[in-house]
């Protein structure tokens, strides 16, 4: 018998009658028919309509930030904020090369190049002790112009976007001490992360400024949409005018003051946005209790289970576990693919994707470990919310 068969069994025994069981499949409870219908009838469709201030003022109450901003998805709101932040053509930013591939592309749509800093173990997020390793042995400060150059390249290092992996929090308040030590604005990439907590405070309400997404796949979804949250009212404003194509609002006049973006989130995705967060509450605390009812199988197996770190409260967006070496991962991949249940590494190293080989990297041993080992499980809601 397959020594992996158990852990299969009781997959399907957590999702009966789904075949193959999805890593994580969007449910749909509420009032998202009744809202939808609602803008049809009133052709209030696009990114002008109530339920787009209302999807931002619920996200906003929930998360604790001052301000929030739908956006088109979760790479665009990534690509905004970090041009708002001041991120500019010939720049370089500083993110983690454990992390999906948008965290990247976005650094690069703003003309920057992106520098890869080793993750921490048990956050799989970014290590503030290899962070401030890597900008002290490789930037230079200039206190007349307050900006971090990176003294190999001449760059200047504009930003830094570390990233929740899995929902897991990472120690953002260490990596942003550090990023004001050198005058270096955090964006915080927590695409994956709502309802997720650090030390009390929600993911994305540290740095400058948060980014949300609710791709089909993510903890609550709109079908495909994004989130920038902050306390910065300025911060805010501009992201409001720079997708929304900088228009200068007025009744008739075609107005627009600088090259923009339509990255605005639909009133129509926005409604199904505002269903789904009436009661996400329950979606987090089922999320919870299947986490839990993992953490107990696979205590007593040689399968690690992935748990929160230390001063966090997960949304455990997605279950993972640890094998021992790649081949035990590549083993567990196949068996459990072709037996009806779904279960997908953990990301490629970005500095291993060919357009990004050229980028500077620090010593990234965590990263590479996790590549080799960590898979993630089906971790959709299970059946009824309790």
Not at 24 to 49: N, Q, R, W
């Amino acid at each position: 018998m397959n020594k992996y068969l158990k852990v299969t069994k009781f997959i399907k025994s957590l999702y009966p009658g789904q075949n193959p069981v999805p890593l994580h499949a969007p449910v749909f409870l509420g009032k998202e028919k009744e809202y939808l219908m609602e803008c049809i009838d009133s052709t209030f469709v696009s990114y002008v309509g109530k339920y787009v201030t209302k999807f931002e003022e619920m996200t906003a109450e929930f998360t604790g930030a001052k301000y929030a901003v739908a956006i088109v998805n979760g790479t665009a709101a990534l690509h905004i904020a970090l041009r708002i932040a001041g991120v500019q053509y010939g720049d370089e930013v500083i993110t983690q090369p454990l992390t999906f591939v948008a965290t990247a592309n976005a650094i690069v749509h703003c003309g920057a190049k992106p520098i890869f800093v080793d993750v921490d173990l048990d956050t799989m997020g970014m290590s503030p002790e290899k962070l401030n390793d890597w900008i002290s042995k490789n930037v230079e400060y200039n206190h007349s112009t307050k900006r971090t150059i990176n003294k190999t390249t001449g760059c200047h290092i504009s930003a830094i976007v570390p990233m929740h992996t899995f929902g897991f929090p990472c120690r953002i308040d260490d990596i942003v001490k550090i990023g004001s030590k050198f005058n270096i604005p955090v964006i915080e990439d927590s695409a994956e992360s709502i309802g997720s907590f650090y030390k009390g405070k929600h993911t994305g309400t540290f740095g400058l400024a948060g980014v949300l997404s609710y791709n089909g796949n993510k903890t609550i979804t709109t079908g495909g949409g994004g989130m920038i949250i902050t306390d910065d009212e300025s911060f805010a404003r501009n992201v409001k005018h720079l997708t929304t194509t900088a228009k200068i609002p007025h009744r008739w006049e075609f107005v627009h003051d600088e090259v923009a973006y339509n990255y605005r989130l639909t009133n129509l995705s926005a409604a199904v946005g505002v269903a789904q967060m009436e009661y996400i509450d329950k979606i987090l605390l089922n999320k919870r209790n299947t986490a839990e009812r993992y953490k107990q199988f696979f205590e007593s197996s040689d399968i690690e289970f992935l748990r929160e770190p230390r001063n966090s409260i997960s949304n455990y967006w997605l279950n993972s576990i640890k094998l021992k070496n790649r081949e035990a991962r590549d083993n567990f991949l196949e068996y459990v693919n072709n037996n009806g249940v779904m279960a997908r590494p953990i990301w490629r190293l970005m500095n291993k994707l060919e357009m990004y080989t050229h980028c500077q990297c620090s010593d990234i041993e965590n990263s590479e470990l996790l590549e080799n080992c960590v898979i993630s499980i089906p971790s959709s809601v299970i059946s009824n919310l309790s």
